[in-house]
């Protein structure tokens, strides 16, 4: 069955849209990522508009976020407080995103700045946390009792404004989450994402958070985030459609519920690992696509330098 | 009464005696959101005076959409990857361009009539000045082309008109589910042995209504409230989505 969209102006498959939602909503449940890294260059594949795809798609991402949220919120394993001071950085970071991505497209090569920028990331983040995790599963292997050895990180004890967390059970400068929110906020503008999947290991690895809250809190604060994208690009370009979201949020609502109690059953390293794997399938293709020869070397673009 | 007034124009200018009357099923398409393309029944008739003059009739009907410049980007390997290296801005292009001829094209029409009337897909493209630093320039607008006619936008059938007795034609154009809105310009040519004798132009209008028209009229004027709606239904789909969940767990 097909549906015209009225903004995208193309006809797709209604159960396309309703499977492609409810995958990424599965995914996005599971490791509190918004899921945007995956879905965009979906939504490019089945000839959805670049700007449409990107600014319905942080729509989507609003839905599936709050439904995963809410999951979380009652298994209390949402810190708010951290969230907040993430979200705050997070939203500078934004701002000055797009002020750097604005320049960027001044100067022509945008497309590629922000792919390049992808097979980076994704490709450090993926790696990493794809060793680490397997070496943390070897090691529960070995020993049935888990002994967690808490590093101590010397500076960044140091730091003033120290706050309890008491959710996350740390006892911390905000400074830290101020700079990753802040870092993050930059690349998730740049790059058109909501930034779950830098800011889940950035949690974990960065901040010392435990892996159960890092979840519901990234999803608590992807949803500020890509709401505020939404708006953005509703009065500026006009690009969200809402019937495409409609369709893509109805199956990412519920893949999102199931998501998330797959990801309680699931334990915290294998989680990450299958994140890790994940992400690095995404960077690989990504990859594959700069290097290896299109079989269409031309490309039709919007007329007015970008 | 634009067609008419058209028709008044056009007579004049061809006084060869062989002159169109069309008809057609529908001058007009609605996009609904069950849009899935349409399909477009052209057919007319060749009003003479005299007898049927020497030489061989051609019928060529050509549907174009609204034109608009694109930027057309190539890609070349730099530092071992595929980068955008050219553009070139190609300054009208129609969405959509349908060619439906009654015989081969280079039979029934001569290059000199292509070139003044804009017949031919090729020539539908309009394309002035590229960068200096381009030498090959044409293969952008052929480009546009190939990849047009490769999502079904650009398409020329020969063959496709039927003729009856040298008096009556008609033949249909499929219209792709990816139409955009605007008015689609239709043009008939009555050709003799290559020239053009008769001429006869209309419009489609291709628009969205009900819904489609709605939700696109509110994004484009109310911009805000419209992104507030986007937003608090995602909102609700999920608080809906956790709650029903929930319920169905509890039971």
């Known amino acids: ?306 | 009464m634009r067609i008419l007034a058209l028709i008044l124009c056009i007579i004049p200018l061809f006084a060869s005696g062989e002159e169109i009357v069309l008809g057609m099923s529908q001058d007009e398409v609605a996009i609904t959101a069950t849009f899935d393309g349409s399909n477009i029944l052209v057919f007319g008739a060749i009003k003479r005076e005299s007898a049927i003059p020497e030489g061989e009739l051609g019928v060529i009907v050509t549907i174009a959409g609204p034109s608009e410049p694109v930027a057309v980007h190539r890609k070349e390997r730099r530092f071992g990857i595929w980068v955008n290296t050219d553009t070139v801005e190609v300054d009208a292009a129609p969405s959509f361009y349908a060619i439906a001829t009654s015989a081969p094209m280079d039979r029934i029409l001569k290059d000199t009539e292509d070139l003044r009337h804009q017949i031919s897909i090729e020539r539908a493209i309009r394309s002035v000045g590229a960068p200096m630093t381009i030498t090959d320039a044409p293969a952008f607008t052929d480009a546009v082309i190939r990849i047009r006619k490769s999502q079904d936008l650009y398409k020329r059938t020969e063959n496709s008109v039927l003729l009856d007795q040298e008096t009556l034609f008609r033949t249909s154009v499929d219209m792709p589910a990816n139409l955009t809105e605007g008015d689609y310009f239709t043009r008939i040519f009555l050709t003799r042995d290559g020239k053009v004798v008769s001429e006869f132009e209309t419009t489609i209008d291709v628009k969205k209504v009900g819904l489609e028209r709605f939700l696109y009229n509110l994004s484009h004027q109310q911009p805000l409230v419209y992104g507030l709606l986007s937003l608090a239904i995602a909102i609700l789909a999920g608080w809906l989505a956790s709650s029903f969940f929930r319920m169905i767990r509890g039971m």
């Not at chain 1, 979906?42 to 942080?58: M, N, Y």
């Not at chain 1, 009652?74 to 604005?102: E, P, Q, S, W, Y």
């Not at chain 1, 090691?139 to 008491?166: D, E, H």
């Open chain 1, 1 to 306: 069955m097909q549906i015209y969209l009225p903004i995208a102006e193309v006809s797709v498959n209604i159960f396309l849209l309703l499977g492609l939602g409810g995958i990424v909503g599965v995914l996005s449940g599971m490791f509190g990522v918004g899921g945007g890294f995956l879905m965009t260059p979906l939504l490019f594949f089945i000839g959805i508009p670049p700007a449409v795809a990107v600014a319905t798609e942080a729509n989507q991402i609003v839905a599936s976020s709050f439904s995963g949220v809410l999951a979380h919120f009652r298994r209390k394993t949402v810190d708010f407080k951290m969230g907040t001071v993430l979200l705050i950085g997070g939203l500078t970071g934004a701002a000055v995103g797009v002020v750097i991505f604005n320049y960027l497209k001044a100067q022509g090569q945008v497309d590629l700045l922000v792919k390049l920028c992808y097979v980076v990331f994704l490709g450090v983040i993926g790696s990493l946390m794809f060793v680490e995790s397997l070496n943390a599963l070897r090691k529960s292997r070995k020993k049935a009792t888990v002994t967690t050895t808490r590093r101590q990180r010397g500076w960044m004890q140091a730091l003033p404004f120290k706050t309890r967390f008491r959710t996350s059970g740390l006892y911390i400068s905000v400074l830290p989450p101020l700079v990753v929110g802040l870092f993050v906020g930059i690349l998730s503008a740049i790059m058109g994402v909501g930034g779950g999947f830098i800011m889940v290991p950035a949690m974990i690895y960065l901040l010392g958070m435990p892996t159960k809250v890092v979840v519901g809190t990234s999803l608590f604060q992807i949803i500020f985030v890509t709401g505020f994208t939404t708006l953005l690009h509703a009065t500026t370009n006009y690009t969200v459609d809402m019937a495409l979201a409609v369709l893509l949020l109805v199956g990412g609502v519920i893949g999102a519920q199931i998501g998330t109690q797959i990801g309680t059953r699931l334990r915290a390293e294998q989680l990450r690992i299958l994140l890790a794997m994940m992400v690095l399938a995404v960077c690989f293709k990504l990859a594959l696509d700069l290097l290896i020869e299109p079989s269409e070397l031309y490309s039709i673009g919007a007329a007015g330098g970008h």
